[in-house]
């Protein structure tokens, strides 16, 4: 199975500078918690709900002053649009990370892939357990 048979669609990206309340608010209103971060027709780094809680709300900032280039990850990790769910997998376990954009060939964004969209489209579980497992690395509580 390809990951454009699974990936989100709909997919809005944001220019960088971008004020972290009004992303914050295209996140909440379109119930996803990771939104592009693109300039001049380019993928530049993602944001996502967590970095708005530790690197704004924690640090004390004012959302409407932060932008989310200043936020934001870059190097940002993606998938080709045609390539096979494993490699989906693989690029989220070793980035342990649970969402990914996609590109086509010429590296525009045509979506996002998320281990959500691995478990609900994906027949095989196994998939999922497997990306689950690998991104959760690290996470686990000691008591």
């Known amino acids: 199975m390809k990951i454009q048979d699974v990936m989100s669609k709909d ?22 918690g990771a939104l592009p971060i693109g300039e001049n027709d380019r993928l530049k780094g993602m944001v996502t709900d967590r970095d708005i809680v530790l690197r704004v709300v924690a640090e004390g ?9 200043e936020i934001m990850s870059d ?6 649009e045609d390539e096979d769910i494993a490699q989906a997998v693989h690029n989220m376990q070793k ?32 998939p999922v357990a497997t990306a689950l497992k690998g991104v959760s690395k690290g996470t686990e509580k000691h008591h």
């Open 11 to 32: 997919v809005q990206v944001v220019a960088p500078d971008m004020p972290v309340a009004e992303a914050a608010l295209i996140m909440r209103n379109g119930d996803f």
């Open 61 to 69: 900032q004012d959302p409407k002053q932060v932008s989310v280039g």
């Open 75 to 80: 190097g940002v990790f993606w998938v080709y």
């Open 95 to 126: 980035q342990q990370v649970r969402r990914l954009p996609v590109v086509n060939r010429e590296k525009r964004l045509t979506g996002i892939v998320s281990i959500g969209d691995l478990a609900v489209e994906v027949p095989q579980t196994r």
